[in-house]
């Protein structure tokens, strides 16, 4: 079955290649996104993004250089030999500690309110002034 499905695809793609681009480009779209999923290790979730291959790369560049940056805090604080209370750590625990520092700290929250005001004098403000409603005048 698979060297059928082999001269299927290979068909496709000389004879329909426009459509057999659309296809894939529609797969690709499908396939992206990030997921939680619980860990087999009680109290851990793994957390999977499938993206654009550089894109990926991107990100695990900036994610190594905030690990080391955040080992190199941690050792010069004394606290990798256990001094200091802490205990040594593993470089995945770093990296960790850097997607989680990324994401939730580069966030910025915008909140837009639209106060409507049916009633004209409802809104705790000096609703008189009717030059600043037009529509009331």
Not at 124 to 136: T, Y
């Amino acid at each position: 079955m698979a060297p059928a499905r082999r001269s299927t695809r290979t068909l496709v793609t000389k004879f329909e290649s426009g459509a057999a681009r659309e296809t894939q480009r529609k797969t690709k779209a499908q396939r992206i996104g990030a997921w939680p999923d619980p860990h087999p290790t009680a109290g851990l979730a793994t957390f999977s993004a499938t993206l654009p291959d550089a894109q990926a790369a991107q990100i695990m560049d900036l994610v190594e250089k905030r690990a080391r940056e955040l080992q190199q805090d941690h050792e010069r604080d004394g606290d990798s030999s256990g001094a200091g209370g802490g205990a040594s750590r593993y470089v995945g625990q770093y990296r960790a500690d850097a997607i989680y520092e990324i994401v939730t700290r580069n966030l910025t929250y915008t909140l837009e309110l639209h106060v409507l005001d049916p009633i004209g004098d409802a809104c705790g403000f000096d609703c008189s002034n009717r030059a600043a409603h037009p529509r009331r005048g």
